[in-house]
């Protein structure tokens, strides 16, 4: 069992930062990989950014590419998403989500083993 816990969410004006983080408790396997979601709205959950947690590999979604970064803490057992240059369109809960034998895909809901239970980003205009 995982549990998944994320912090760092608030309000800010365009063109701010943020910095979540999703701290990790319980057995990571160093075949798993984490990923951010996000969940406007009205809208859909949609895949934001992954990191394979061995080798630390990242993948991201065009939509935040060259703004968002994600980077791990092994020590910590914590995955970190850098937010900058934000867009009212970043507004959403992000959730983190763990898959723990990460088998090439990670942009799909359906993989994910583990999720927390979401941290709100509001960005005002």
């Known amino acids: 069992q995982v549990q998944l816990v994320e912090s760092g969410g608030g309000l800010v004006q365009a063109g701010g930062s943020l910095r979540l983080s999703c701290a990790a408790s319980?057995?990571?396997?160093?075949?798993?990989?984490m990923g951010w979601f996000r969940q406007a709205p009205g809208k859909e959950r949609e895949f934001v950014g992954a990191?394979?947690?061995?080798?630390?590999?990242?993948y991201y979604a065009d939509s935040v590419k060259g703004r968002f970064a994600i980077s791990r803490d092994n020590a910590k057992i914590t995955v970190y998403l850098q937010m900058n240059s934000l867009k009212p369109e970043d507004t959403a809960v992000y959730y983190c989500?763990?898959?723990?034998?990460?088998?090439?895909?990670?942009?799909?809901?359906?993989?994910?083993?583990?999720w927390g239970q979401g941290t709100q980003v509001t960005v005002s205009s």
């Open positions: 989500a763990i898959v723990q034998r990460y088998s090439g895909t990670v942009s799909a809901l359906r993989a994910y083993d583990y």
């Open positions: 319980g057995r990571i396997f160093s075949s798993a990989a």
């Open positions: 990191i394979i947690w061995s080798g630390g590999y990242t």
